[in-house]
T-cell receptor, first 115, second 114 residues
């Protein structure tokens, strides 16, 4: 069964550094998402992306964050200048076009640790 | 988004059925009921969804009350692999300009006892 893959599985960075988290969504999917989960807390929506543009974003997704689909397969989340509070699991998800209720398929996440 | 209420935690014995409840008294007519689960150290995983009728798939069954104010996810025979956090999520099919993103609550942590 096709999967959403995320790399790296664990990223350690220093405060103030830029990080790029990478995702390869399922190949025929057209909607892409990023979520995060701070340790012990809820899974939180960050942003959704469709047709090469952001379709929805949450209050968490401020100017420090950006997303990009640089080629036909990758979907990236960039954090421009990381803060300690950005430490979390970041999950990428994708779903096909069409049926409003098509489920989201999640990757297994990248654990970001900001020191 | 309409809110759901789930117990914080539940326990089940292995190989016994598990009924995970969810209350959603403010559900609207366009809200579908979705269930996802999150196994330890993994991303969320889709389980099942429904609107009004009960639904079955290879993973579970979803029983929806006639007034739609509550639903129950049924795992017919719990295995150790079913130990996870289970999320009941209402998904408005007319929100979000097509992104139809999910809003996760705290869910129910299911422990399965061997």
């Amino acid at each position: 069964e096709p999967e959403v893959t995320q790399t790296p599985s664990h990223q350690v960075t220093q405060m103030g550094q830029e990080v790029i988290l990478r995702c390869v969504p399922i190949s025929n999917h057209l909607y892409f998402y990023w979520y995060r989960q701070i340790l012990g807390q809820k899974v939180e929506f960050l942003v959704s992306f469709y047709n090469n543009e952001i379709s929805e974003k949450s209050e968490i997704f401020d100017d420090q964050f950006s997303v990009e689909r640089p080629d036909g397969s990758n979907f990236t989340l960039k954090i421009r200048s990381t803060k300690l509070e950005d430490s979390a699991m970041y999950f990428c998800a994708s779903r096909p076009e069409g049926n409003y209720n098509s489920p989201l398929h999640f990757g297994n996440g990248t654990r970001l640790t900001v020191t | 988004d309409a809110k759901t209420t789930q117990p914080n935690s539940m326990e089940s014995n292995e190989e016994e059925p598990v009924h995970l409840p969810c209350n959603h008294s403010t559900i609207s007519g366009t809200d579908y009921i979705h269930w996802y689960r999150q196994l330890p150290s993994q991303g969320p995983e889709y389980v099942i969804h429904g609107l009004t009728s009960n639904v079955n798939n290879r993973m579970a069954s979803l029983a929806i009350a006639e007034d739609r104010k509550s639903s129950t996810l049924i795992l017919h025979r719990a295995t150790l692999r079913d130990a996870a956090v289970y999320y009941c999520i209402l998904r408005d099919t007319y929100s979000g300009a097509g992104s139809y993103q999910l809003t996760f609550g705290k869910g129910t942590k299911l422990s399965v006892i061997p």
